[in-house]
C-alpha cells in the first residue's frame, strides 16, 4: 500500500518535484557550461590575446617571445579557483594553443612574404620537420612517466617551449631577411 500511495501522488506534489528536478538539471547545466571547454573556468580575466600583445611589445625583438613564456598560464594557474591539477592543465593547455596560434599566424606571414614559390615549399617542408620533431620529443614525458599530471605537465611544458622558439625562430628570420 505504501507504494501505491507513493506512486500516485498528487498532481500538486508532481509539479512541485518536477520544478526541483528541473533547478537542479539546470543550474548542473549552466555549472558544466561555466567549466568546460570555454575556459570559463580558467578565468575570464585572462585574455587570449596576452602572449600575443607579449611578443608585439617593443624592443628587443630578437629575444622577446622566449620572455613571453607563462605570459598566460602563470596568472591562470596562480589564482585560487584553479588549484586543482585539471585546471592546472587546463592553464597549460590554452597556453599552448594560444602559442600554436601564434606561430600558425607568423609561420603564414613569413611564408606570404617570400615571393619565390619554391622557397615557400621548402620553408613548408621544414615546417613539416620541425612539426615531427615537436611531436616526438613532446611526447617522450607521456612514455617515461606514469600517466597522471606531472606526466601532461611536461609534455605541455614541452610544447609550449618549442612552439615559443619557433615563433622567435620565425620572428629572426623576417627580421634577417627585411620582412617586416
Known amino acids: 500500500m505504501y507504494f501505491e500511495s ?3 501522488i498528487g498532481p500538486y506534489i508532481r509539479s512541485s518535484i518536477r520544478c526541483i ?8 547545466f549552466l555549472n558544466v557550461i561555466t567549466c568546460d571547454s570555454g575556459h570559463a573556468g580558467i578565468g575570464v580575466r585572462l585574455s587570449n ?3 600575443e600583445n607579449c611578443v608585439a611589445r617593443p624592443g628587443d625583438r630578437n629575444s622577446q617571445p622566449l620572455n613571453c613564456i607563462g605570459h598566460f598560464s602563470k596568472p591562470c594557474r596562480a589564482r585560487s579557483e584553479n588549484t586543482h591539477p585539471d585546471s592546472q592543465e587546463e592553464c597549460l593547455e590554452h597556453e599552448f594553443v594560444l602559442w600554436d596560434q601564434l606561430m600558425r599566424k607568423t609561420l603564414a606571414k613569413f611564408k ?3 615571393k619565390s614559390k619554391q622557397t615557400r615549399v621548402k620553408v613548408q617542408e621544414a615546417h613539416d620537420v620541425w612539426k615531427t620533431y615537436h611531436e616526438l620529443e613532446c611526447r617522450l614525458p607521456y612514455s617515461l612517466l606514469p600517466p597522471n599530471f606531472t606526466a ?3 609534455g605541455l ?4 617551449q618549442l ?3 619557433r615563433v622567435s ?3 629572426k628570420l623576417q627580421n634577417a631577411l627585411g620582412m617586416n
Open 152 to 154: 601532461k605537465e611536461f
Open 112 to 114: 606570404d612574404a617570400i
Open 49 to 51: 590575446d596576452m602572449i
Open 157 to 160: 611544458n614541452c610544447s609550449i
Open 169 to 171: 625562430d620565425l620572428i
Open 21 to 28: 528536478f528541473c533547478g537542479i538539471m539546470l543550474a548542473l
Open 163 to 165: 612552439t615559443a622558439r
Open 6 to 8: 507513493v506512486l500516485f
